[in-house]
């Protein structure tokens, strides 16, 4: 597990909501549950300044509360509204109990 970073307990994360999770040195990212899968995202759109773990979260999709961009939790692929960058995926596991990403993938793509 040495190369992993813990971000939160799998029963942190919220079926119908994200969880946004603050590292040391870099921006936030963001945990979603989509039934019993997990799914790690930057949580800033791409469009602005808002949190997508504060967003509205449907059929796999998050709403940004800003200016309501969608973007499929699962790819990052903006969907719908004014959004057309990707927002940043991480692939995650789940040890013990907790959601965790790779330290290397997360150093390699700040
Ligand atoms: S800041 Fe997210 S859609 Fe504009």
New binding site residues.
């Given amino acids: 597990m040495d190369n992993l970073i813990s971000l939160c307990a799998e029963a942190d994360v919220p079926s119908d909501a994200g969880l946004r999770v603050d590292l040391p040195g870099r921006p936030p990212i963001a945990v979603f549950r989509l039934e019993d899968t997990f799914h790690v995202v930057d949580d800033t ?6 949190s ?1 773990s504060d967003g509205y979260v449907e059929d796999g999709t998050v709403e ?6 969608r973007f499929c939790i699962k790819t990052g692929a903006p969907v719908d ?3 057309d960058t990707p927002v940043r995926v991480y692939p995650s596991q789940i040890v013990s109990g907790r959601v965790c990403i790779s330290n290397e993938f997360l150093r390699t793509t700040e």
């Fill in positions: 759109c791409t469009h602005g300044l808002a997508l940004c509360p800003l200016h309501a961009g509204g004014p959004v």
